[in-house]
């Protein structure tokens, strides 16, 4: 049978209906699928550490046969060990923690660990990551010096049978794939075509032909990427704008002189941005990103007072009924003077009384409006709608957000966004946006201290925490639940609390986890925040936007399993009244682990951006992610740097001779970026 794209991998010789569903697991239906399900890794002979020669203090990869496995049990956690060996000598391997891995490391595999070396009762790996080879042979391919190529792999679908299957179709799979690019693109970045590198990166004869492979991916995905980005920002500056906007020094000028604090440099800089924006003749389409703490929604009110002063009105909109409740109070207060209530639109209010607010903001006597996503309930109509501000923008999705600005004619929008991220970053994920960012924190807010603790010091942490709740402040404890199916972590985290509440009497401690209903957990949140419940567990589901003056501490278990940028949103929730904050972060390790200590050593949300970038390459990040759920496979932040910009300005001129990639050489480019972004083209359209 001929092979094309879009055959089913089910009907490759070898797969059939069964491995087809593992594969439908795994993302793959198709055979374009299946070559572009490429190796997350190679393994190559030279970077195979012998067992004898594993230093204590360094990172290495081992490969060895379980000889023997068991679980030790402790007094925190159940610990899951192995003892491997290669032809020059045995070592343990101690994975804290993971019970589970006893029903998938078991004895005879041939198994690959990757971490660091350490010493206790003798040398040790502590893994971060494992691959099991499976048999012997293999330990012969690493022999001879050939590279392997690792894929993820599922239940049924192991990555050997992956690797084997691929490589007895691959020239078959290549044959589908025409090339997508103009040449003139390969030769300018050095970019292999489109077949030489599918066989590079499934059959790589070096790890830098793999390499030069990756890398094409890559360009692929920035490419369409930008090209997604740049059509949505074309379409977005062509409508034409509907508020006429003049900064008429009225109400902005009033709020400039009653504020109780003088602006810093940085919101100053953004208010100015924000106005030009608005009394220029195209669209505002922007977005703020500052850490939490940075005063966000000042600069916000800013551009609002200026819309009213125009005769419009203004939204506001939040993720939650907590969060929309807290920016009511506050720009009640900040506007007071202005003579301008806001007025709320809750999920909670009563039929009656919504309906009485939305008669107002359809009369246009709601001139500041601020709610939850009650607000882009069809019912709800604006008179003269000049400008919607979305907070927290990441927890929207892209129709939501379409939604409330769909209330208006075409009006000004500005996006708030408390993850910095770094400007190349955000080029890519934002390319649609103009950027604007408040990096330094008002002077004498946010003063927190970050502290790294052993294990052995928990309960002077208890003693501290309690010594907060005496003197009437709160605490958060958070404990990482990855996946909250995993009943394990969950069960850990509950476990953790009833300790708590043991060791804190009489302090109310609550618990919140993703797995509770929503009413359930705004309950507990309320709880919290009106200081009824004095400690605070949470599995980060952890309500990112709530602000809890009152809160100083924020302890949090097993720090190693978070991201940088993580630990950062965590770090920003205390500290925030005018009580120093603390960080507590409990590492299980003797001695501290340098990312924590590079974390412990900066506030500064963008430089531990920078940080986590590094870490976790740019597909992990949490910023790629909150971006509509669009994340990047191929390309690597740490390496492609210099993608980005080629990238982005291939996509541009490309869209500049053919701005909707209707010409005939660019129909496959098109077809692939419809088929990529399900929803094509209008992936980033906000408005
Ligand atoms: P975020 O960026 O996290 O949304 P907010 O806008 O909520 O930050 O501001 C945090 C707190 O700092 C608020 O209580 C706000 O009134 C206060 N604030 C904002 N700007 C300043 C400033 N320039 N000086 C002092 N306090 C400020
Ligand atoms: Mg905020």
Redesign the pocket.
């Known amino acids: 049978m001929k092979l094309e794209l879009d055959t089913p991998v089910q009907f490759l010789k070898g797969v059939g209906p069964h491995r087809a569903q593992a594969f439908a697991r795994l993302g793959v239906q198709t055979v374009e699928d299946l070559l572009y399900h490429t190796p997350h890794r190679f393994l190559d002979a030279t970077t195979v550490t012998p067992i004898a020669e594993a230093v204590v203090g360094n990172e290495v990869n081992l490969v060895g046969t379980v000889v023997s496995t068991g679980i030790i049990p402790t007094r925190r956690l159940k610990i899951f060990k192995a003892v491997i060996q290669d032809g020059s000598g045995v070592i343990e391997c101690s994975w804290p923690g993971q019970p589970f891995l006893e029903r998938v490391i078991k004895r005879d595999l041939l198994i690959l660990v990757s971490g660091p070396v350490k010493f206790y009762h003798g040398r040790q790996i502590v893994p971060r990551e494992q691959i099991i080879l499976g048999e012997q042979g293999e330990s012969e391919l690493l022999g001879r010096g050939m590279i392997l190529p690792v894929y993820r792999a599922t239940e049924g679908l192991s990555h050997r049978l992956i690797r084997k299957l691929i490589n007895e179709h691959l020239e078959a799979l290549v044959a589908t794939v025409q090339e997508s690019l103009p040449p003139h693109l390969l030769k300018e970045h050095s970019l292999p075509d489109l077949r030489d590198t599918f066989r590079a990166v499934h059959n790589p004869p070096t790890t830098e032909a793999a390499e030069r492979g990756r890398r094409r991916l890559a360009f692929d995905e920035l490419l369409d990427l930008q090209i997604v980005v740049a059509r949505a920002r074309q379409i977005a500056k062509a409508v034409p704008k509907g508020p006429r906007i003049e900064n008429r020094r009225d109400l902005t000028t009033q709020l400039k002189n009653n504020l109780p604090?003088?602006?810093?440099s940085d919101?100053k800089r953004c208010i100015r941005e924000v106005t030009a924006d608005m009394a220029s003749g195209e669209r505002m389409h922007r977005l703020l990103m500052?850490?939490?703490?940075?005063?966000?929604?000042?600069v916000a009110l800013f551009a609002m007072m200026l819309a009213i002063e125009n005769g419009y009105q203004a939204v506001f909109m939040a993720p939650t009924e907590l969060l929309a409740e807290q920016h009511g109070r506050?720009l009640t207060e900040l506007a007071a003077s202005l003579g301008i209530v806001p007025d709320l639109l809750l999920g909670r209010l009563s039929p009656s009384e919504k309906q009485q607010v939305r008669k107002r903001i359809a009369a246009g006597e709601a001139r500041l409006v601020v709610g939850t996503h009650a607000l882009i309930q069809e019912h709800t109509q604006f008179s003269r709608l000049g400008i919607a501000v979305i907070d927290e923008q990441h927890r929207f999705g892209v129709e939501q957000r379409a939604a409330l600005v769909g209330k208006g004619d075409s009006p000004d929008v500005l996006l708030?966004s408390?993850t910095p991220i770094p400007r190349s970053l955000a080029l890519t994920v934002y390319g649609d946006l103009d950027i604007s960012t408040?990096r330094i924190k008002?002077?004498?807010?946010g003063a927190i201290s970050t502290d790294v603790r052993p294990a052995k010091a928990r309960s002077k942490v208890y003693e501290f925490i309690r010594g907060e709740c005496d003197a009437g402040r709160q605490a958060y404890v958070v404990y990482p639940v990855i996946d909250e199916s995993e009943r394990t972590d969950l069960r850990a985290a509950s476990s953790m609390s009833v300790e708590l509440k043991e060791k804190l009497k009489p302090h109310k401690v609550g618990l919140v986890h993703g797995r509770m209903k929503t009413e359930e957990r705004e309950l507990t949140m309320r709880r919290f925040r009106d200081g009824e419940i004095k400690v605070l567990v949470a599995t980060t589901v952890i309500e990112v936007g709530i602000?809890v003056s009152n809160a100083t501490v924020m302890m949090v278990e097993h720090p190693e399993r978070f991201g940088l940028a993580q630990l950062h949103q965590l770090r920003g929730r205390v500290g925030?009244g005018a009580h120093r904050g603390y960080c507590i972060l409990m590492s299980p390790e003797r001695s501290v682990p340098r990312r924590l200590r590079q974390f412990a050593e900066t506030e500064d949300g963008f430089e531990i951006a920078e940080l986590d970038l590094k870490e976790r390459g740019m597909g992990e990040l949490v910023g790629a992610r909150q971006s509509g759920g669009l994340f990047l496979r191929y390309a690597d932040f740490s390496k492609d740097a210099e993608l980005i910009p080629a990238a982005r300005s291939a996509a541009f001129a490309l869209l500049e001779e053919d701005p909707d990639l209707s010409s005939k050489p660019n129909q496959r480019l098109r077809q692939r970026i419809e088929r990529r972004y399900e929803r094509g083209m209008e992936l980033f359209r906000v408005g």
Do not use: M, N, Y
């Open positions: 604090f003088e602006l810093t919101q500052g850490d939490v703490g940075t005063g966000k929604t000042v506050s708030l408390a408040l008002p002077a004498g807010r602000d925030r």
